[in-house]
């Protein structure tokens, strides 16, 4: 695991144990608190196989049932692996309309490298929709995300990781623990903030939605660090 936490380091520019520390309390689940450091190894080395960055969100995980972890990678995540890989070249969409101009599919095609053929694959919305919000917001780009993640697997052999809606849909059949709150997206905002009024506010909205919960514990050590950065930097 030394190995594979040095390196991932020394890519992000951080030192293994600065690494480990954000990683325990930013992209685990709950803090770290449940995590082994069996389950820590496991998830480094997926960081570090498929050259992520776990800081900002392109992998993180949620506990798995019965032990382990489940790696999770953003659509970001799954872009750089499929765009960084030794073998593509190149990858396009169809969108198969429906007569009342519905979207009823959409097709991508993978291109590989000395390959005649490209990988094809159809994902069909009555199949994939889901119920989150970003399916109701974004129905069209969400089946895009699909397809691309589904050629992705079939062109390079990809394994051991999913996408955001497809842990939600492990969550609800119980494959991994749906009693942890995914606070991603908020600690995504503290680390985005701009300034220390921008902390200010981002931290106002997201204490009240967590007030009294455990997780508020990593946001607010995840508050504490960005609002030291900034400090930093207007004293610089």
Not at 6 to 33: F, Y
Not at 149 to 166: H, K, M, T, V
């Amino acid at each position: 695991m030394s190995t594979a936490l040095q390196q991932i380091a020394g890519r992000l520019a951080v030192s293994e144990d600065e690494i480990k520390s954000i990683v325990m309390h930013t992209v685990m689940p709950n803090g770290g608190k449940q995590v082994t450091q069996d389950q820590f190894v496991t998830f480094v080395a997926v960081a570090n196989e498929y050259k992520l960055n776990p800081l900002t969100k392109e992998i993180y995980a949620f506990p798995a049932r019965g032990g382990g972890i489940q790696p999770v990678v953003s659509i970001d995540g799954w872009l750089k692996i499929i765009n960084n890989h030794p073998q593509f070249n190149g990858m396009t969409f169809e969108d198969v309309i429906s007569e009342d101009n519905g979207l009823i599919a959409v097709k991508c095609k993978i291109y590989k490298k000395e390959i005649e053929h490209p990988v094809e694959v159809v994902e069909y919305m009555n199949e994939c929709r889901g119920i989150s919000e970003p399916w109701k917001k974004w129905p069209s780009r969400m089946l895009r995300h699909k397809a691309a993640i589904q050629a992705g697997r079939y062109a390079f052999g990809l394994s051991g990781i999913i996408d955001p809606d497809e842990a939600e849909r492990y969550k609800d059949a119980g494959v991994i623990q749906a009693d942890v709150i995914d606070t991603s997206a908020d600690e995504m905002n503290i680390y985005n903030a701009a300034t220390l009024e921008d902390l200010i506010t981002t931290w106002e909205s997201i204490y009240k939605r967590y007030n009294g919960k455990s997780c508020l514990k990593q946001l607010t050590e995840a508050k504490d660090i960005r609002k030291k950065e900034l400090q930093e930097e207007a004293n610089a």
